[in-house]
């Protein structure tokens, strides 16, 4: 028994105990150098029957902005909140910062500030006190408190509200607090649950430049939602997931390239002929032009980047360019695809 | 740049805790709602024999034992029904608004929020018991005269507070694991009235009415 103890965890109660070590003395552990903020290994939560997330293998690099996207009961609330410690995961491991979150772990949700989905607070309790128990939990002096807290409020556009009950605030207003608290303790990984949800758009702008001033400041951030040009806008890196799988992860640059299948560009021109509908058909990766009026739609079936040969195809055939937009690259378009591909898999398999 | 964290002590942590569970228990209406009742039920104890004796045409006869027996012993209900109302919702409440979460992302073990909510809940008992057993005794003195054994107050409260503590555990926990209020309030009366009933059926076989009427049996009996 002891020996089972000793060969099957001693190994990761050492990484443990050397990564908290580390930490103390201002190092980090992590693997080829990359800091992991978030790792979960076959991360896998059942509901019953119902398995929410499953086998999920999330690594989420340090100080960068990670999306987490997908459609609604995708398992992205499930996930975070193992995470967070809320919920214990039935297989797998989850890692913050290389400690393990399962069970009641204070020190591991120090270095973490969460804003959950729809945030609610006592409303009996003012905003301001609210924040100042909360900062007496993470450990801030009274003077801190006392700097950080009107920040906050300013920040978060709730300056003035300090002092009225929250159950006088509206949804967004308690979304403006949930944000608030989640930055309280200057986290070294913030993790938002849909920060924009019951937001007006202009609160949902403000968020997205919220969120980049918070990973200017050296903060990782995670966040969930399932607003494409939020992420897109917003974040460095994204996980799409849906019915629990992990569907592609990695920068948003590359999660665009990586998606195999057509793009179209869409060209303006003037002086349509058919020499320059000929010559285009005649590019290697041209597989169809279509025409709208003095509109091309070109079919092309590469990533590279081609609009210097087309556009040189276009002038030397004798048309004028005067607009060119490539679509089907976008975040969206990965998005809907992917989800598309595995809810057709999934059809298939049943 | 973000800050170096480093955790409170326990006693912050827990203070943080009173903290938080004193201000929104006491400014909710339900608390305030159940401190005018229990007073209401204070005083029906207190008031309502004078006024039946009186539509009799009984005199109010003094009675040196009113408050060590009958003003108190019928208070316990009322501190009953205030230490459920008041500790009901107080786990599962918040796990029903969903106020629990936030809470239970902060740094403070799982343990220490209990006993930060107990806590408070027994300082809240403590303020409204003495409040309610200083109005017992004083309106008792008024309507039925000097009293006997008053020092025996204190014994009363201390065991009040106690078994109230008991069942604030009992009904927290329920609230807990249940994660519902009308649960945990529908299993502590029905805990409550159960024992109550158990009690009658010992009383008669026992053939004693009371524990302190026990208690008094029990002692030497003077020949």
């Not at chain 1, 499930?78 to 410690?85: C, E, F, N, S």
């Not at chain 1, 400041?217 to 399932?226: D, P």
């Not at chain 1, 002038?315 to 809907?336: A, H, R, W």
């Not at chain 2, 025996?152 to 109230?164: A, E, R």
Request: proline share 4%.
């Amino acid at each position: 028994m002891l020996l089972t103890i000793l060969f099957v965890h001693g190994p990761t109660i050492i990484d443990n105990k050397l990564n908290l070590f580390l930490r103390h003395l201002g190092l980090e552990l992590g693997g080829a150098g990359v800091t992991l903020a978030i790792e979960t290994v076959n991360l896998t939560k059942r509901y019953g029957r119902l398995t929410a997330v499953d086998k999920l293998n999330l690594n989420v690099s340090a100080n960068t902005v990670h999306g987490f996207l997908g459609p609604n009961g995708a398992g992205k609330t499930t996930t975070i909140k193992v995470l967070v410690g809320l919920l214990k995961p039935d297989e797998g491991v989850a890692r913050i910062f290389g400690e393990e979150v399962s069970g009641d772990k204070p020190d591991v949700r120090l270095r973490i500030g969460y804003m959950p989905e729809l945030p609610k607070f006592p409303k009996h309790l003012k905003g301001w006190e609210l924040l100042d128990i909360y900062g007496r939990m993470y450990g801030l002096s009274q003077q801190q408190r006392r700097d950080q807290l009107p920040k906050l409020f300013e920040l978060v556009g709730l300056k003035g509200r300090e002092k009225d009950l929250i159950g006088k605030y509206s949804k967004g207003m308690q979304q403006r607090l949930g944000i608030a608290q989640a930055l309280l303790n200057e986290p070294e990984l913030v993790i938002l649950d849909e920060p924009s949800l019951g937001l007006d758009p202009v609160g949902m702008v403000e968020v997205r430049e919220l969120i980049k001033g918070v990973a200017k400041e050296g903060m990782t951030v995670f966040l969930s939602s399932h607003l494409l040009f939020e992420v897109q806008q917003v974040c460095s890196h994204v996980t799409i997931i849906n019915k629990g799988v992990a569907l592609v992860s990695d920068t948003i640059e590359n999660v665009s390239h990586k998606m195999k299948g057509p793009a179209t560009l869409q060209i303006e021109v003037t002086k349509l002929s058919d020499v320059i509908i000929k010559n285009l058909r005649k590019l290697p990766f041209v597989t169809d032009v279509k025409t709208e009026n003095n509109k091309l739609n070109i079919t092309i079936e590469t990533r590279d980047d081609v609009r210097p040969q087309v556009s040189e195809t276009i002038t030397n055939s004798g048309g004028t360019i005067v607009s060119m937009n490539l679509v089907g690259q976008s975040l969206e378009d990965v998005f809907v695809q992917l989800v598309g591909k595995a809810e057709q898999e999934g059809g298939q398999k049943q | 740049m973000t800050k170096k964290a480093t955790r409170p002590s326990w006693t912050t942590s827990f203070l943080a805790i009173v903290r938080y569970e004193l201000l929104w228990n006491i400014r909710k209406k339900k608390f305030l709602g159940v401190l005018i009742l229990a007073f209401v039920f204070a005083t029906l104890t207190l008031v309502l024999p004078v006024i039946l004796r009186n539509l009799n045409n009984l005199p109010t006869e003094p009675n040196p034992d009113y408050v060590i027996t009958t003003g108190i012993g019928f208070g316990g209900f009322a501190f009953f029904l205030f230490a459920l109302v008041s500790v009901m919702n107080s786990i599962s409440g918040e796990f029903e608004s969903g106020s629990m979460i936030p809470l239970l992302t902060k740094p403070v073990s799982r343990t220490t929020i209990y006993l930060g909510k107990i806590f408070a809940a027994f300082l809240i008992i403590l303020g409204a018991y003495t409040l309610l057993t200083i109005y017992l005794a004083l309106g008792g003195f008024i309507i039925y005269g000097p009293q006997n054994n008053l020092h025996l107050i204190f014994i009363t409260l201390f065991g009040s507070i106690m078994s109230t503590l008991v069942w604030m555990s009992i009904v927290l926990a329920m609230g807990s694991v249940s994660k519902s209020s009308m649960l945990a309030a529908l299993l502590g009366i029905g805990v409550w009235f159960g024992l109550m009933i158990a009690q009658g059926i010992l009383s008669v076989f026992s053939n004693q009415a009371w524990i302190l009427t026990y208690a008094l049996e029990k002692a030497p009996q003077e020949p």
